[in-house]
């Protein structure tokens, strides 16, 4: 059973450019949900997808976008990017949006750094 | 909205001995589950304990178990003989039961370091 995995690792992107996050869900699961965790802070949530539609979304403006495939792999862009967009961005997998009694399994993360 | 409150930013323990990390949360919805996740360095967020608000017995996973006052909302977590391993951030999070997605809240969370 293959975990969840967040590429790349490390980002460093200039103020105004766009970057796009992946992560690849854990084998079997059909839910992908993204938070961002600025330094010093709890995660936040930014959206989720469930078979490849947005359901549900946090305070986040609409220069955060996503997407999720077929094959509930998911990608998180960010568009005009800011100084305060720095952070670790989070992907988690789950079986089934509301689903009683599954696990959230968390990726290693996406450092990002705006300069 | 449901908030998520640690009140203790960091907390030190020395290995062997037990130590308690403190949570509260808001929330007017009375069906939800709370989790207390660990992070170290890795970054990887790890699942220690759930606990189902419904239950009224509090959940144990070997050295890790729950102290969950439903009517105080208040969930602390204790963490007894205490290893190197342990060391790490550890957030307290909600989840919101029969909801249509499964949106987590987190706190801030609590720096845990443990002593040799």
């Known amino acids: 059973e293959t975990g969840v995995t967040q590429s790349p690792t490390h980002l460093i992107k200039t103020r105004g450019q766009q970057v796009t996050l992946r992560c690849s869900s854990q084998?079997?699961?059909?839910?992908v949900s993204w938070y961002q965790q600025a330094l010093g802070q709890g995660p936040q949530f930014i959206f989720q997808y469930y078979r490849e539609e947005e359901n549900g979304r946090g305070n986040f403006p609409p220069r955060f976008s996503g997407l999720q495939f077929p094959n509930y792999s998911s990608e998180l862009n960010v568009n005009a990017l800011e100084l305060d967009d720095s952070a670790l961005y989070l992907c988690?997998?789950?079986?089934?949006?509301?689903?009683?009694?599954?696990?959230?399994?968390f990726g290693q993360g996406t450092r990002l750094t705006v300069v | 909205a449901q908030t998520v409150t640690q009140s203790q930013p960091e907390m030190s323990v020395q290995e062997a001995e037990t130590v308690t990390l403190s949570c509260t949360y808001d929330?007017?919805?009375?069906?939800?589950?709370l989790f207390w996740y660990k992070q170290p360095p890795s970054r990887q967020m790890i699942l220690v304990i759930r606990?189902?608000?419904?239950?009224?017995q509090n959940a144990t996973e070997n050295r890790f178990s729950v102290n969950f006052q439903k009517a105080a909302k208040s969930f602390s977590l204790k963490i007894s003989d205490s290893q190197l391993g342990d060391a790490a951030m550890y957030f307290c999070a909600y989840r919101s039961d029969g909801g249509s997605n499964y949106k987590l809240t987190f706190g801030k969370g609590t720096l845990l370091t443990v002593n040799p």
């Open positions: 929330t007017s919805e009375s069906d939800y589950y």
């Open positions: 988690a997998s789950s079986l089934g949006a509301g689903v009683l009694n599954t696990e959230a399994f």
């Open positions: 606990q189902e608000a419904y239950k009224q």
């Open positions: 084998s079997g699961h059909n839910t």
